[in-house]
Every structure is written in C-alpha cells, then in structure tokens.
C-alpha cells in the first residue's frame, strides 16, 4: 500500500495520530502538501462520505474521520501558508447560516493563504447580518460563502442580497453549489474545489 492509500485508510478508520505520522511522513519524503491534501487526505473524507450516504457509517464515526483529516491538514497548513507571503488581497471566509460543515472551508481558507491573501476566517453557522459585520470591519475584496447542505444554500442568497450595498466580491461554493446556482444568485464566482476557489480569488481581484 502507497503512503497515500495508508493515509486515506487512516482518516477512514479516524485514527487523527496515525494520519498525523503519515503526514509527517510525506512531507519528510519531499511530497508537495498539496498533494498530500489532494491526494491522501480528500480521498479518504470522500469515502467517508460514500459510506455515510449509504448509511453504512453514522455520525459520530464522520466525525472521528473528521477531526483525523484535521490532524493531517494541520501538518500541512504551515507550509501552504509559507508558500507565498505577499498580501493579494483580504478574503472573508464563512460556512453560511444553519450549517456546521467546516472541513471545506477550511480547505478553502488554507489554499487561499497559501496563494498569499490574508484570509478572515470568521467560522461557522454565520448569519448574513456577521458577514455584513465582517466587511465593514476588514474592507476585503471577496467574501466567500461555503453551504454543504441544500437546506442552507438559501442563506447564500440572503447574505448576497445583504452583501449588494459594498464593494466587495462574493464567491460561493460547496458540494450542492453548482455554477448555474452561482449565477441565479448573483454571486461574482463559483469555485468547485479549493485549488478552483485560488484561480477565481485571482481573477475577482484582476477584474
Ligand atoms: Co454532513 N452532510 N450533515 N456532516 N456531511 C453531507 C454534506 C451530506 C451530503 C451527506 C449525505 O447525506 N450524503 C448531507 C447533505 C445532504 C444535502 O443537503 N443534500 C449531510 C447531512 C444531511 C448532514 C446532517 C443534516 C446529518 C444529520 O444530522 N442527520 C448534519 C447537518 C449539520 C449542520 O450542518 N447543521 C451533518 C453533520 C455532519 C458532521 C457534523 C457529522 C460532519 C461535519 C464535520 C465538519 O465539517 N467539521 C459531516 C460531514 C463530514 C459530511 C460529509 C460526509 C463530508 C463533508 C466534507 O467534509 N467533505 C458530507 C458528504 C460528502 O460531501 N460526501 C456530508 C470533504 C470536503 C473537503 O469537501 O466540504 O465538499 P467539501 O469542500 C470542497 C468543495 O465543496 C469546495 O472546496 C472544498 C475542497 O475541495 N468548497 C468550496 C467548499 N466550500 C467552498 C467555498 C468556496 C469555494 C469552494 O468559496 C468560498
């Protein structure tokens, strides 16, 4: 078995100290972190996820495996964040109102400071009134809002509409989010993962 697949079997058995070492390992080898992340640790969060739609896993083991792909992310995010220090632009990231899902959002901050913007990471469950907030403290250039669930995807929509009166640029995305929702709901950019959301980050800044 490949380190890779080592390390996506540990973050499917939860196992946070294995996926750690195993981490550490691939970095000590010389492997890109983001390939670690690409290659090792999503893998294994999207069987997971397989499993957890087929009601074959429950909550709590979701969670387990969670907290394990955390384990590796932390390794790596350093690295990701030393990659590039100049200041791009500020990000304001949230996962939307009603919704708990960090995992992507994370992904998605960590990849952005890696590309070298400051990156304002103001949680979860965040009402569109705390992203208004947000802006009018830390004037950024993009907002990003992250929904996992259809039932909070709608919460895009109403922080956009709230949104409408600064000058920022929003960028959405997440597993329902598609760029046809993107556009209904005048989002500026719609990103399917967290190495897309960098190259939109870059074109929403240039235009
Ligand atoms: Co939840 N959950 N969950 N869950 N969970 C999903 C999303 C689900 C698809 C599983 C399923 O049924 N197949 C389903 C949603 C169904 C739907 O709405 N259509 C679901 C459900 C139903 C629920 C609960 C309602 C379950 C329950 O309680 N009965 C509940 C809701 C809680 C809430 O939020 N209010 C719930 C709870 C949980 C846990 C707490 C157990 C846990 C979250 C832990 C955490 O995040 N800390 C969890 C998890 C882990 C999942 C799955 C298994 C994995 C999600 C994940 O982390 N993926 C998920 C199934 C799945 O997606 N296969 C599922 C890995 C991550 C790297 O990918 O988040 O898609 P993702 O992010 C990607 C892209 O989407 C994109 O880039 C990322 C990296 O490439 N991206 C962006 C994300 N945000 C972006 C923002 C951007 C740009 C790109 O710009 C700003």
Same mark, same amino acid.
């Given at each position: =078995? %490949?380190?890779f697949q080592e =390390? %996506?079997?540990a973050v499917i058995?939860?196992?946070a100290k294995k996926v750690k070492e195993l981490s550490e390992q691939a970095l000590a080898q010389g492997n890109d972190p983001q390939n670690i992340i690409n290659d090792g640790l999503i893998p294994g969060m999207n069987i997971v996820g397989a499993r957890f739609k087929a009601n074959e896993i429950y909550v709590p083991e979701v969670l387990i495996s969670a907290r394990a792909m955390h384990a590796g992310l932390n390794v790596v995010k350093p690295l990701l964040s030393a990659a590039d220090t100049t200041n791009k632009g500020t990000v304001v990231v949230g996962t939307v109102k009603g919704d708990?899902?960090?995992i992507g959002k994370n992904l998605v901050c960590m990849m952005l400071e890696g590309a070298g913007y400051k990156v304002i990471d103001i949680g979860i469950?965040?009402?569109p009134e705390q992203f208004v907030k947000a802006v009018e403290e830390n004037k950024p250039q993009i907002v990003?809002?992250?929904a996992l669930l259809t039932t909070t995807m709608i919460n895009m929509r109403n922080t956009i509409d709230l949104l409408k009166s600064y000058p920022v640029k929003v960028m959405v995305g997440g597993a329902p989010v598609t760029e046809k929702y993107a556009q209904e709901i005048g989002a500026h950019a719609y990103a399917a993962d967290a190495a897309s959301a960098v190259d939109r980050a870059n074109e929403l800044v240039a235009s």
């Amino acid at each position: =078995m %490949s380190l890779f697949q080592e =390390m %996506s079997e540990a973050v499917i058995s939860g196992s946070a100290k294995k996926v750690k070492e195993l981490s550490e390992q691939a970095l000590a080898q010389g492997n890109d972190p983001q390939n670690i992340i690409n290659d090792g640790l999503i893998p294994g969060m999207n069987i997971v996820g397989a499993r957890f739609k087929a009601n074959e896993i429950y909550v709590p083991e979701v969670l387990i495996s969670a907290r394990a792909m955390h384990a590796g992310l932390n390794v790596v995010k350093p690295l990701l964040s030393a990659a590039d220090t100049t200041n791009k632009g500020t990000v304001v990231v949230g996962t939307v109102k009603g919704d708990l899902h960090d995992i992507g959002k994370n992904l998605v901050c960590m990849m952005l400071e890696g590309a070298g913007y400051k990156v304002i990471d103001i949680g979860i469950d965040v009402a569109p009134e705390q992203f208004v907030k947000a802006v009018e403290e830390n004037k950024p250039q993009i907002v990003g809002l992250s929904a996992l669930l259809t039932t909070t995807m709608i919460n895009m929509r109403n922080t956009i509409d709230l949104l409408k009166s600064y000058p920022v640029k929003v960028m959405v995305g997440g597993a329902p989010v598609t760029e046809k929702y993107a556009q209904e709901i005048g989002a500026h950019a719609y990103a399917a993962d967290a190495a897309s959301a960098v190259d939109r980050a870059n074109e929403l800044v240039a235009s």
